[in-house]
């Protein structure tokens, strides 16, 4: 059947989105998922989102990676979805929807999408890294001249290293810039390549810059564009109220048979 479905990005991340708030969709097998995001025999994308009904919400979001397999939370695909349910004109400017990790907030201003994500806690630290839950699971590496690292080989090893196993880790690059600002790159499990921003990643990163003396708003440079993660920290050392906050467009739109 031709489907009807748009193509959104947020600071470089990606995605494929449908609407299927009719639940009209045929199931999508894990091959098609990966077909549709493949970059060149496919549309091509970092995940692929479904738009569903879900009672007390304005809306359910269903994430999938580019491999197929469904994911934890991602938050520019947060961002992007809500843009979608926001042109399509199912939301105003403030949306309540739930996602794999739980319900989330979330609101439009100014063309940027500001995205309600869970509190944060339980961060297990050491001097130079970090592993902590933002929606997915995050090791957070402090490094400089973040431009040389090589992303893809420093980041597989660790997402598949036997610390992180079964299930592999997120892994993120750190560099501490001045001005309250911070650069981020990411290595993302289920892509399995260096993305040009991951939302949850950004937000993993902004919390451990924390511990450095950087204080919310903090500004995040990615490949793809400029983040800020706001959010109140707690003397437990949970943070609470944390929003993504960022640009989320749509690219093009079309049909495709599925």
Known sequence: MKTDFKKYQGTGNDFIIFNNLDASLPKLTKETIAHLC??????????LMLLEKAEGYDFRMVYFNSDGS???MC?????????FAFDLGLISDKTLFVAI???????VKDNEVHLGMMDVYDIER?????FLNTGSPHYVELCKEIANVNVFERGKKTRY?????????NVNFLEL???NTIEVRTYERGVEDETYSCGTGVTAAAIIASYSGYTSPIQVKTKGGNLQVSFNPTPDDTFENVFLIGPALKVFEGQVDL
């Open 38 to 47: 493949h970059r060149r025999f496919g549309i091509g994308a970092d995940g």
């Open 75 to 83: 938050g520019n695909g947060g961002r992007c979805v809500v843009k």
């Open 70 to 72: 469904e994911s934890t």
């Open 177 to 179: 810039r001045n001005e």
């Open 161 to 169: 290293s036997e610390q992180f196993a079964p299930g592999g880790t």
């Open 101 to 107: 990790d739980g319900p989330h907030t979330a609101f």
């Open 126 to 130: 050491n001097p130079e890294s970090a």
